[in-house]
């Protein structure tokens, strides 16, 4: 039997837009913009002023503090602005914005590090820190703090995130089929830098070519185990993919490492082996843009900082009139209200709904169906939480374990009264945060 957790949703997955398109190369953009704060943590601080030139792979943003990396140019060309500027998460962040000189020439001191063999485990950490590695599945934690665990945290397991499960996106599908060795390399980084014996690669089973790519790039390597997930909503969930391939729980309030476990996406992991083959830090990554509004859907190897709108140009364009932009997929993503922000190292996708296809729908009174309750990963009562959110009670949504939601959107989803279960959960921690921060 395949290997899942409870819960969880079958919203309908759209990948065959772009699931059997090879990852093409982007066009070099003309002007990127570098957000100092695209990891959680504190964000970093520029270190070039306007009128610089810069390189390829230049460190720009110093990180500042343990819970951060430092930024780096994708693209050689002059820093034209260094300013606060709109940015995927919402508002503004201190960005630097450099224009290309069209001759990607690379930064002089990028040369490829000592191999693995001789690298010490503190040496590919600091690599990994150098390079500005950040989860590429979405949320953003400095690598490099993830690998950095307590030894009283007893941490055996390593899992790589190969799920993918957010509809649409395909980024995950095709790196693990076309870079299979990469990825394989990366954890075997990851495995030595922590010391770590065991480790586990969770691929859902709609993507059984990729389970074959990685398990012919595992042949003669111990240690690494691929497991076959049964595709379900939102399998790639930390605690989610834990459950499933280990039966371990993460307790409420705790982490992945409370449960001897350590997860990284697959791409971090082939960010990882490229910084060990060609010393490059982390200046692309692969990113689909899809949906029913976009010409030629895609999966697009992108420069860090390409504004949105250029990826949806290098794929003919809208199609009809574009309903919603969403940064990520319908799940978990973010909505854009602007589409010239920068693609960031989180940008698993870009998905545009043309028009017709954005529903919008009136919430009406809870119908204490329990749909919710049955759909949520977490075990939660989405309807009572939210409930108490309306009412503004904080502490008493907290002692409903509010701060456990994960925000995979399930119980919205299932709703059939179109409450926005995720939204009042999402208000009601930010408060929680904010209360917590005054206390
Ligand atoms: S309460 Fe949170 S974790 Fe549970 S289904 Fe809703 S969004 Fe997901
Ligand atoms: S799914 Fe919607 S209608 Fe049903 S119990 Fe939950 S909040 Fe109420």
Not at 181 to 209: C, P, R, S, W, Y
Not at 363 to 379: H, L, N, S, Y
Request: proline share 8%; aromatic share 4%; with cysteine.
């Amino acid at each position: 039997m395949l290997k899942t957790f409870k819960g969880g949703i079958h919203p309908p997955y759209n990948k065959e837009l772009t699931m059997s398109k090879a990852v093409e190369k982007a066009a070099l953009p003309k002007k990127v913009i570098i957000p100092m704060g695209m990891h959680i943590g504190a964000p970093c601080e520029p270190i070039v002023k306007v009128g610089d030139t810069v390189k390829k792979g230049q460190k720009i943003g110093e990180a500042k503090g343990f819970v951060s990396v430092p930024a780096h140019a994708s693209i050689s060309g002059k820093v034209t602005a260094v300013e606060p500027r709109p940015w995927p998460g919402g508002s503004l962040m201190m960005s630097v914005v450099i224009e290309s000189d069209g001759r990607d020439e690379v930064y002089e001191d990028i040369t490829p590090p000592k191999p693995l063999s001789e690298l010490s485990p503190e040496e590919i950490k600091n690599l990994i820190r150098e390079a500005g590695i950040t989860g590429m599945g979405g949320a953003g934690f400095p690598t490099q703090v993830k690998l950095s665990f307590p030894p009283e945290k007893n941490v055996d397991t390593i899992i790589v995130n190969g799920a993918e499960c957010e509809p649409y996106i395909t980024a995950d599908h095709r790196l693990l089929l076309e870079q299979p060795e990469d990825v394989v390399l990366g954890l075997e980084a990851i495995m030595k830098a922590t010391g770590i014996k065991q480790a586990f690669i969770g691929i859902e089973d709609n993507k059984l070519d990729a389970v074959e790519a990685v398990k012919s790039a595992l042949k003669g390597k111990a240690g690494i185990e691929v497991v076959v997930l049964a595709t379900k909503y939102p399998q790639g969930g930390e605690k989610q993919l834990i459950k499933a391939v280990t039966g371990r729980e993460v307790p409420s309030g705790g982490l992945p490492m409370d449960a001897g476990v350590i997860v990284n996406n697959a791409g971090t992991c082939a960010a990882v082996a490229n910084v060990l083959k060609t010393g490059m830090p982390l200046i692309e990554r692969i990113t689909t843009v899809t949906g029913s509004g976009v010409m030629e859907p895609k999966n697009l190897l992108i420069r860090i900082g390409t504004p949105l709108i250029d990826l949806i140009e290098q794929c003919g364009g809208f199609k009809g009139r574009p309903g919603k932009v969403l940064m990520g997929g319908p799940m978990m993503g973010l909505a854009q209200s602007v589409i010239d922000v920068p693609a960031i190292k989180g940008t698993t996708g870009l998905l545009v709904l043309e028009r017709d296809d954005v529903k919008l729908f009136e919430p009406m009174p809870c119908i204490k169906c329990a749909r919710c309750v049955d759909a949520c990963p977490i075990k939660l009562l989405p309807t009572t939480i939210a409930k108490l959110a309306e009412r503004k009670m904080w502490d008493e949504a907290e002692n409903y374990h509010a701060m456990d939601c994960i925000e995979c959107g399930c119980c919205s989803y299932v709703c059939p009264a179109h409450i926005p279960l995720t939204q009042h959960i999402r208000i009601a921690k930010s408060n929680i945060i904010a209360l917590r921060k005054k206390k």
